[in-house]
């Protein structure tokens, strides 16, 4: 709305400038470039002075085509400004001015953006003036990519090898590749090392460059460590990325060949397993490598060879080739084993000796060996000589036995070898333990064991007392004989072992005490206690037995056929102290004594409490009756046998002859 009264004002001014001859004076200051990383914004600044005023000032930005002309993206006039349509920056670009600067800002900048810019600064008069600013844009590569030829290079190569390939892609300014061998640069020096590059200039305009490395390879560089360096650029900087180290394999023909043994490790024995090692300072991939045993022309073709359960034949000279098969070029090493080893141990006189007691006794042991041997002796695993001989001076019976040499090497733990001797020692015999044995027991059978030493092996005999001869069983030991008896006894005893060779004789007395009967005699030896029995009789026309308990008796039972009348009595006891007492069926033969003493008291209790009931009965305490009733027993002959029987419920004595008579009490 002001436009139409300021604009003729504008024009007269014009006129006036024109009509007095004065022109306004302008000026444009301008950096020489700008740089940017690519997807940032540029800011280009335009500085300006003009006398005229900032009211008529028109402000213009142009960029530089390919063919040096210019392409106007921005006009801002005193009344209008707009960025030009359909150009490069149209929708990109914005103007800010700030009195005498004009900041053109371009957003999402690329490498396509990478153009000189003008900036024009016109007045109302005209005279204008402009300024130049190249816009650099940088974008960083991607991370260098490295590959090593995958096969080996030999050093016999005439023409360089290719040793592997580096690869950066998309940046900008084009990126430099440099070559490093163990951190050394590597410059291209044909026909050495050759360094060839390549570029690629993407779609987007980036840059991807390649470079691949070739060299003659030599033995050194088997160990050599490859590498890429990039370097590239960033606004006011210069930056350097680093690839991935690579190894290469080389192949090379040795100079040297070692064989070695493995294991075992320091001396080697019979009956060891040999492992033989074999390397060379080559790498070369077309060869064979032997290993040869020059004694017996056992060979491998391998880098290994293992024997096992060696023997003495088996040491000597092993060799180790190697051959080169392109050219048939060959390089040996070998080394020298040897084997010990112990022979079995040889004892003189062999296998056993005779000595006379109190002569000498000698005895050497050998074993052939290819190391210095150690020989001990022992006798029932105790040390009783050092050295290869053993010697006894005077020999005892105690001398006798057997007798083991052993033979050792020091210097290897597991060589021994032994033998066994068996000494004999000519004498008469010797019994172990005392001449007078005591022996108590309580039971009815006793075992007795006689040793006796001597050479030749005594015969052992065995009598008792009364000169009965007892039939025992006889072996034969190392250094004698023993013999074990086995017989019952019924009283005390004295039985003679009695051992006997060609020099001599020896006897040792046991005296055997049997307790058993020592109690029983006491027993015995206590007055008679007579008890009524309860019991059931059947009475046979024939037969009548009768029994009568001499001590304390048991609860009976009678069983009376047709024929035969018979009373068993549970338990009896001889009163005559010299004969022997018959056990009581209760009590086993080869019980033991204190089960028999506890069976002994038991009784002796049932008597007593025996004794007590028949007294009680007696005085008329217990079955109803009221005083005292006595009953006398005739005596009666050989052939009349006589039972007393009782009722259990009346106090009727029934008196039976031999004929089965019933006889009164008064008839008595």
């Known amino acids: 709305m002001a436009l139409p009264d300021t604009a003729p004002l504008l024009v007269g001014l014009l006129l006036l400038f024109h009509a007095f001859g004065a022109w306004a004076i302008v000026e444009v200051n301008m950096e020489d470039k700008v740089e940017v990383m690519a997807g940032e914004t540029a800011q280009i600044t335009c500085m300006f002075t003009t006398d005229e005023g900032l009211g008529g000032t028109t402000i213009q930005w142009f960029y530089v085509l390919p063919n040096k002309e210019r392409q106007r993206i921005y006009n801002k006039e005193p009344m209008h400004e707009a960025a030009e349509q359909n150009t490069l920056f149209t929708h990109r670009i914005s103007l800010n001015v700030n009195g005498t600067a004009a900041v053109l800002a371009i957003r999402d900048v690329g490498v396509r953006d990478n153009l000189e810019f003008i900036c024009v600064i016109k007045t109302l008069t005209p005279e204008e003036a402009e300024g130049r600013t190249q816009l650099q844009v940088f974008k960083s590569p991607t991370f260098p990519t490295i590959e090593a030829v995958e096969t080996g290079i030999s050093v016999n190569e005439e023409a360089p090898s290719k040793i592997g390939s580096c690869r950066v892609k998309n940046g900008y300014p084009k990126p430099n590749i440099t070559w490093y061998r163990n951190n050394m640069p590597l410059r291209n020096t044909p026909p050495e090392v050759v360094v060839t590059s390549s570029t690629t200039i993407e779609s987007s305009g980036l840059f991807s460059v390649q470079s691949e490395l070739t060299m003659k390879v030599k033995k050194e560089h088997k160990d050599a460590v490859f590498y890429c360096e990039v370097i590239y650029f960033v606004p006011g900087a210069t930056k350097m990325t680093e690839s991935q180290h690579i190894n290469i394999t080389v192949y090379y023909l040795p100079t040297e060949v070692n064989i070695w043994v493995e294991s075992p490790k320091g001396k080697i024995k019979e009956g060891d397993t ?32 293992v024997r096992t359960n060696v023997k003495r034949l088996d040491g000597g000279v092993y060799e180790c080739t190697f051959e080169e098969t392109d050219n048939f070029d060959e390089i040996s090493g070998s080394t020298k084993v040897s084997v010990n080893y112990l022979e079995s141990a040889v004892i003189t006189p062999k296998d056993s000796i005779a000595v006379m007691e109190g002569e000498e006794l000698k005895a050497s042991c050998n074993a052939l060996s290819s190391l210095q041997t150690s020989t001990t002796w022992f006798k029932n695993e105790k040390l009783v000589s050092k050295g290869n001989t053993l010697s006894v001076k005077s020999a005892t019976l105690e001398t006798a036995g057997m007798y083991k040499c052993v033979v050792t090497v020091p210097e290897m733990e597991g060589m021994k070898t032994s033998s066994t001797l068996q000494v004999n020692v000519k004498g008469s015999p010797q019994i172990l333990g005392p001449d007078v044995q005591e022996v108590e027991t309580y039971e009815t059978t006793v075992n007795l064991t006689c040793s006796a030493t001597g050479f030749p092996a005594p015969t052992i005999m065995w009598t008792t007392s009364d000169g009965k001869n007892l039939n025992a069983l006889q072996t034969e030991t190392e250094d004698g004989a023993q013999s074990v008896v086995t017989f019952k006894i019924t009283s005390n005893v004295k039985v003679f072992c009695n051992a006997s ?32 029995t309860r019991s059931t009789t059947t009475i046979s026309s024939d037969t009548v037995v009768h029994t009568t308990p001499t001590a304390t008796t048991t609860t009976s039972t009678n069983t009376i056929t047709d024929d035969t009348v018979t009373q068993n009595t549970s338990t009896n006891y001889v009163n005559d102290p010299v004969q022997t007492p018959t056990k009581s069926p209760n009590i086993k033969k080869e019980s033991k004594g204190f089960v028999i003493a506890i069976i002994i008291i038991a009784i002796f209790l049932l008597a007593i409490l025996g004794s007590v009931l028949y007294f009680l009965y007696k005085k008329g305490r217990i079955c109803g009756r009221s005083g005292k009733q006595d009953f006398s027993k005739r005596k009666s002959s050989k052939d009349n046998i006589v039972v007393e029987m009782k009722s259990d419920n009346t106090e009727e004595a029934i008196l039976l002859g031999v004929n089965g008579e019933k006889q009164q009490p008064n008839d008595q």
């Open 501 to 532: 060779n060609d020099f001599g004789s020896k006897v040792v007395e046991f005296n055997i005490k049997t307790i058993l009967n020592t109690t029983l005699t006491t027993i015995t030896s206590m007055p008679t206690i007579s008890t009524t």
């Open 274 to 305: 040999l492992e033989l090692r074999c390397d060379n300072n080559g790498n070369y991939p077309s060869s064979i490598t032997t290993i040869k045993h020059q004694n017996s022309e056992y060979s491998v073709e391998n880098k290994t060879m």
